[in-house]
């Protein structure tokens, strides 16, 4: 974002902090079977593909014998640090009143927005965070949410990323910690976790207690009442100051896709 913002008569940048991971053959940042594979191919191996395209052009005749390099991703749009649309939550919104939107009906308006950081990176893995807890963190932050700010919530899985036990790490925010921001104007919300909600392993013992339906994926299924959009794997959120940042976050256009990916960037003004 190429902008320059006047401070003490002086023209200065604004600092970027990457808030993205990479799409890599790591196999720990998803559930198994899950994570994303790249298979590349060097500009050695590609010279005679680019040289097809010229008659009698022969790879050597190439500077120093190379083609391009070239790769081959498969991959979820659930992969990476995504955005999910609310269709990824539900087929309806707004108690039932209309299609949920999806990725490509994002509102742009929505992604280039004031942050504000939650640090729950004390909590225990599978807390499920409350209203309360999430009105306490902001008391502490002195921050008053305003609508269509960006909550970035930062828990203990950011630290682990990659590493096994990455997708059981971290608190979850329910259903209620999400309507008690989308009551109040949030649309667009960001974890570092593998999940908004609690990781499934954790849910899935409370589950075994009392076979609860309501805990199962209760912060998406909260898309169904009022719409909202949803990063996770979320990267360097402890590089952030708690407020007084602004978060850039276009999802890729999918045609009705329940999410994209986005290079989600926080942007400093200093």
């Excluded at 539900?90 to 039932?96: L, V």
């Excluded at 794997?233 to 329940?258: M, Q, W, Y």
Aim: proline share 6%.
């Amino acid at each position: 974002m190429a902008r320059k913002i006047q401070q003490t008569g002086k023209d200065e940048m604004p600092r970027f902090v990457d808030l993205s991971v990479y799409i890599d053959n790591n196999e720990h940042s998803d559930h198994p079977g899950g994570s994303p594979k790249v298979s590349y191919k060097t500009h050695k191996e590609t010279a005679g593909a680019l040289a097809h395209f010229f008659p009698g052009l022969e790879p050597q005749d190439l500077p120093d014998g190379e083609g391009w390099a070239v790769e081959t991703v498969t991959l979820s749009t659930h992969n990476g640090t995504h955005m999910d649309a609310p269709w990824h939550f539900h087929s309806t919104t707004d108690n039932g009143a209309r299609k949920a939107p999806s990725i490509d009906e994002t509102p742009l308006d929505y992604c280039l927005r004031p942050g504000v950081k939650l640090d729950f990176r004390h909590l225990a893995d599978g807390h499920l965070v409350s209203a309360a807890e999430v009105e306490a963190e902001l008391a502490r932050i002195g921050h008053e949410l305003q609508p269509l700010d960006i909550v970035l919530v930062n828990t203990r899985a950011g630290s682990v990323f990659a590493q096994p036990g990455y997708v059981d790490a971290g608190c979850g925010m329910g259903r209620e910690a999400t309507m008690y921001l989308t009551e109040r104007g949030v649309r667009v919300v960001g974890t570092d976790g593998w999940s908004w909600d609690a990781p499934f392993n954790h849910t899935a013992k409370r589950w075994a207690e009392d076979h609860d339906p309501s805990i199962v994926w209760e912060g998406h299924k909260a898309g169904r009442e009022i719409p909202y959009w949803q990063m996770e794997k979320l990267s360097n959120l402890e590089a952030l100051p708690d407020h007084g940042f602004t978060v850039s976050c276009f999802p890729v256009k999918i045609r009705d896709a329940s999410a994209g990916w986005t290079r989600c960037v926080a942007i400093l003004d200093e």
